[in-house]
């Protein structure tokens, strides 16, 4: 039911995400890209576990998990990164390179 | 020893080493919570460490012994020589990083035993990953390793540098990390099933070696592993996240994180994928880019940090060739260069942290000269580690390149091999000149090299390093049979996952 249309949004949601990630230069707006990433994939799973069977379903509780343990460490690693700089753009974190 | 893995109490022996060090690790995560702050909790949760990482891996050993196998195929947890090998290589490289860390962590002034917790934890994630005969394990073991190695990154929080090495590290790693699911999603969507050897025989009797869902989805895992195993050109956060780390956690990550990924990449292509040829093309182009690219990279590094951070992308796009080769023939060449290599690469991190202050970013090359005089052993370790990374005969690193060139040569991959002596030939340009600045060069002063030193610990990881790179470069008998034997047994289990004779490589 529905397979190609749910299929073809998470694609697209997963392009913006990539989309995302590729052209923002804020770390916060970055991270919420990568986590658009990660729900176009739980949608992806969803979508094919009306076909194969609840597995599907299934993987997307531990994607959530993840994804959420990965937002604590993220966010704290944000956090220590502002009070070095005071700001989170990219363009300005820039004492690693050559 | 045969284990029945849908019986609960053989289920938990197939898992025991994960299970022992998963105990240890809430232990150490109670103790590190009411001793905290002195150097002497510190060494007191360094000690607990070595000792959890020794029972995994005598568990491992015991697994080993007893040869254990799944009985039919396995469902979660491959039950092989492999895995046991490989957990080995992790445990090995763990317990050589904490050694390595116990002095580090208190000149640096930071006495959070924390920091050993995670260590742990992301070593229990690469057990996982080395392991995992489904790619649900494998992405849950990559997500446990990577989630600690962020906090691990940016662990010491005094350091600017520290805390965007650990941003560009996180933000990177998540990336990819979606990359790798979202192509889960797909392989699941295309064949039912995430279980490794179950992919492959779906592989074969729906005859979907061509089907575009499935493509799509082997490229993105690709590229997921790509990430994190820093081959070009996914490999830009290598250099600045090895650069700002702890140099200890930087060791660590180029050596058992890389092995980690890898082991994860050999079993997913080699299990789930041997019937779809398009892995193969895809993985030798990022062989060839990175090797390409990695040396002459590194040829224009002059901070010694980075140039080691280089060098490991380089010698990502080595084990690529090995990858590339496939199981048949790579395998035992595979897991030999991975121990080379790990031993090889620790032990550079360790004397580079030896001479270095406030996180080592600012150690040249030419900062190195005059050493061999005033610290012949260090300078004599140092040696044998360039040279092992060039692949110089005698040493470990030769026999790795060596039994690569033959797998690759084996399969009719000659250009790859002429690649990997062409560029092995280009690293000579900067790991020779470490060589001649500390032998050939005067030191500035009499007191230049006043402060490196290692302590007991370190002294001992390092000399057990450096014995093992010139015992397997002279004598790699025994390991290659054990890199053999872990080749029989995965070999093994991906001809019964692809016997089905329908199956021919061509169509």
New interface residues.
Partial sequence: MLLGPS?AVSAVL?TI?VTG?LVRRN?IV??MC?EL??N??NL??V??AQR??V??QI?VF??MA?AA??AA??L???L??Y???ETVDLGN?N???? | MTLDVSNYPQLLTALLPELVLSAWALILLLVVAWRHGTARDLRLAGWLTLVALATAAGAAWWLWWQSAHAAGISTMIAVDDFRFVADWIFLGGALLTVLFSMRYLEREGLLAPEYYVLLVFATIGMMLMGGGEDL?VI??GL?LMS?CL??LA?FN?RS??A??????Y??LG??A???L??G???V??AT???NLSLIGVQVVSLELQHAPLLLLGVALLLIGFGFKVAAVPFHMWA???Y??SPTPVAGYMATAVKAAAFAALFRVVGEAFGPVGAWREIVAGLAITTMVAGNLIALA?R?LK?MLAYSSVAHAGYLLVAVATGVAAGSAAFVFYLVAYSLTTLAAFALLAAKGRGGESDVQIDDLAGLAAQRPWLAFALSVCMLSLLGFPGTAGFIGKWYILVAAMSTGQGWLAALLVLTSVVSAGYYLPVVMAMYMQPAVSTEAHAEVCLDGFGRVAMAVAVAGLLFFGVAPNRLLDLSKTSATVQRGAAAGAIAAPTFSPGH
């Fill in positions: 299929l997963f995400g990630v770390a970055i991270f990568v990433m990660l176009a994939v992806t799973f979508a094919f194969l069977g597995a599907g993987f531990f994607v993840v343990a990965e460490v993220g704290a690693i944000i220590a990164i009070r070095h700089r974190i004492l690693l390179k050559g | 649900m992405f849950l997500e989630i962020y906090a940016g929080r600017p540098r805390a965007e090495a650990g941003l560009k996180f933000l998540a990336f990390s979606a990359f699911l979202y889960i999603a797909l699941y969507g039912g099933t995430t250099p600045d996240v650069d700002g590094q901070s980075r």
